[in-house]
T-cell receptor, first 117, second 110 residues
Framework: GAVVSQHPSWVICKSGTSVKIECRSLDFQATTMFWYRQFPKQSLMLMAT?????????EQGVEKDKFLINHASLTLSTLTVTSAHPEDSSFYIC?????????????FGQGTRLTVV | GEDVEQSLFLSVREGDSSVINCTYT??????LYWYKQEPGAGLQLLTY?????DMKQDQRLTVLLNKKDKHLSLRIADTQTGDSAIYFCALSDSWGKLQFGAGTQVVVTP
């Protein structure tokens, strides 16, 4: 079945630095990918919708200048957490839908655990 | 209240059936999903149901959808210790954007 790969699976960075997370669709082309954030013991909250070749659509309350999303190709979307702070520590997960698939199953990456120290 | 609601915790004995419930407010969703998340891991799709269906069975899993009451449930038959995890219900629009419930932590006891 369709696979979405996310990298890295975990990262520790210093406060004030930037971190890039990659999300790749391995065997299908995804014009749309989604980025979610999950706080400990909480649900996943949609951060933004990443659109290939155009600007991302951010959910209310998500800072677009802080969470930069680039969807430069049909198989890759990146999320860059800029000037990271400890409150940005979280579990970030991407998903993508195979538009040619038989159903609208959304495939998820493995997730990236970000810890800002 | 939240758009997708789940009870937060369920304890079940090994071998018994588990029933996880989910209620929602948006009736325009195309697909409704159940995902499983084990500690420190990503999400694993367990099963899904199309919005025009009432029931779907897949091995030990049974999904029931009551559109009138906007209620979705997941029944796990013969629950095993490996079923201990957090279970999320999620609703999808036609683009694949998902709205999640808060998750139900299922603990299976011997």
């Amino acid at each position: 079945g369709a696979v979405v790969s996310q990298h890295p699976s975990w990262v520790i960075c210093k406060s004030g630095t930037s971190v890039k997370i990659e999300c790749r669709s391995l065997d299908f082309q995804a014009t749309t990918m989604f980025w979610y954030r999950q706080f400990p013991k909480q649900s996943l909250m949609l951060m933004a919708t990443s659109n290939e070749g155009s600007k991302a659509t951010y959910e209310q309350g998500v800072e677009k200048d802080k969470f930069l999303i680039n969807h430069a190709s049909l198989t890759l979307s990146t999320l860059t957490v800029t000037s990271a702070h400890p409150e940005d520590s979280s579990f970030y997960i991407c998903s993508a839908r195979d538009p040619t698939g038989e159903n609208t199953e959304a495939f998820f990456g493995q997730g990236t655990r970000l810890t800002v120290v | 209240g939240e758009d997708v609601e789940q009870s937060l915790f369920l304890s079940v004995r090994e071998g018994d059936s588990s029933v996880i419930n989910c209620t929602y407010t948006d009736s325009s969703s195309t697909y409704l999903y159940w995902y499983k998340q084990e500690p420190g891991a990503g999400l694993q799709l367990l099963t899904y149901i199309f919005s025009n269906m009432d029931m779907k069975q897949d091995q030990r899993l049974t999904v029931l959808l009551n559109k009138k009451d906007k209620h979705l449930s997941l029944r796990i038959a013969d629950t095993q210790t490996g079923d201990s995890a957090i279970y999320f219900c999620a609703l999808s629009d036609s683009w694949g954007k998902l709205q999640f419930g808060a998750g139900t932590q299922v603990v299976v006891t011997p």
